[in-house]
């Protein structure tokens, strides 16, 4: 068996109090919790996903389930909707609100985040208070689904810990739909392709290495766990060429040049393709279930799911030790797919790591194993009770 290493307590960061305004089924909610666990009960469509969600906000992105904002405003509300929360850490207590309220009704605004009363420069200023990952339903087919997924999810594990990493994808998307309209347009201006091409390699390359290092990162915490785990360890790999290549050696500065004369060689056949046919845009991270040795995508349904939990929850550690804080973890529908004796081994983790979680469940009995080391919440109607 593998020996864990040691671990030294990490701060602990947890939601305080959550209050909603015309988000999703809730015109108006507030809730308490304490530093730990929480757990939210309630049959489907009651709205317990929605309230994960409006914590999913709390970090830069769109939120566990990628919404618009306009999703998420609530159909019979007014213009825009607001989530403010307290959150406890190392550095104190922080006040956060994020929403639209207040834009007219219809328009897909950027949303605006507040710190301690104070407009943030970008919601990344998020992280320097917290940090949020999630498993949803919608995760079950990540291994057999399509490549974009796997990418996302990838992309949100280096978020989670390296705060330049959403800037640096969003300038490379902004470069490369600039270069696919001129090409698009057949606007053959050298001069600006090649500086649109430039931004693209020096992004680009940038975003290969930080997967890169999470990559290698994540697999030296998978390494050092116990051979035995409930959750199966995974062996990640990331199947890209700009990650190949640094692979290989190559170095950052060679690897942008490289990358930055490869598409302006490829122009028109990523003219007559309609976007570019090289970049990260394109890789995707190959999962193996490492006990069995064979790919994630042929595993049982149940195998998936535990492998997926195993991967997040390693993340979770990681995430501890390089940021310094546990991250908050919101995980629906989690113990569905499991028996009372992995949702037991689970919870145990999830103590372990040192973070504050919150779960979902349509029946409390799934979780009886957290009874006295959590706070049970039902929700219904719009509304949250403690039970």
């Given amino acids: 068996m593998t020996q864990q290493r040691e671990r030294r307590p990490t701060p602990r960061v947890s939601l305080r109090r959550l209050d909603l305004v015309d988000f999703r089924n809730y015109a108006a909610l507030s809730a308490e919790f304490h530093s730990g666990h929480v757990v939210l009960t309630g049959q489907n469509g009651a709205g317990k996903t929605n309230l994960l969600e409006a914590i999913s906000l709390l970090s830069p992105g769109r939120g566990l389930r990628r919404a618009t904002l306009a999703e998420m405003r609530r159909v019979e509300g007014g213009a825009g909707f607001a989530v403010h929360a307290t ?28 710190i301690n009363a104070a407009p943030a420069k970008s919601a990344d200023d998020l992280l320097e208070w917290l940090r949020v990952m999630w498993i949803t339903p919608a995760m079950d087919g990540l291994f057999t689904g399509p490549g974009g997924d796997r990418r996302r999810f990838l992309d ?14 969003l300038d490379y998307e902004r470069a490369m739909r600039g270069r696919n309209r001129l090409l698009a347009e057949d606007r053959r201006d050298d001069g600006w392709l090649s500086a649109i091409e430039a931004r693209m390699a020096e992004t680009g390359v940038a975003m290969a290495a930080a997967r890169a290092e999470i990559a290698r990162l ?135 790591l040192g973070g504050q979680a919150f779960m979902t469940g349509t029946e409390r009995g799934l979780f009886s194993a957290l009874e006295g080391r959590a706070l049970f919440l039902a929700i219904a109607d719009g509304g949250i009770v403690a039970t």
Avoid: W, Y
């Fill in 156 to 169: 949100r594990l280096v978020l989670t810990i390296d705060a330049d990493h959403g800037r640096r994808a």
């Fill in 87 to 114: 959150v406890e850490g190392p550095l104190g207590a922080v006040e956060i609100g994020t929403g639209t309220l207040g834009a007219p009704q219809g328009a897909e605004t950027q949303r605006k985040v507040r």
């Fill in 218 to 352: 994540l697999r030296a915490t998978i390494e050092a766990l116990p051979d035995d785990s409930p959750f199966p360890n995974a062996i990640l790999s990331l199947d890209g060429e700009l990650e190949a290549r640094l692979g290989d050696g190559v170095a950052a500065v060679d690897l942008e040049e490289e990358f930055r004369t490869g598409l302006a060689r490829h122009r028109a056949r990523d003219a007559a393709a309609g976007r570019a046919i090289d970049g990260p845009h394109r890789t995707d991270l190959a999962v193996r279930h490492a006990p069995k040795d064979m790919p994630a995508a042929v595993c049982s349904t149940g195998e998936q799911k535990a492998l997926l939990v195993g991967l997040v929850l390693a993340h979770a550690r990681l995430t501890a030790e390089i940021a310094g804080m546990a991250p908050i973890l919101l995980l629906d529908e989690i113990a569905a797919h499991f028996d009372e004796g992995r949702r037991a081994a689970l919870f145990d983790i999830l103590d372990g």
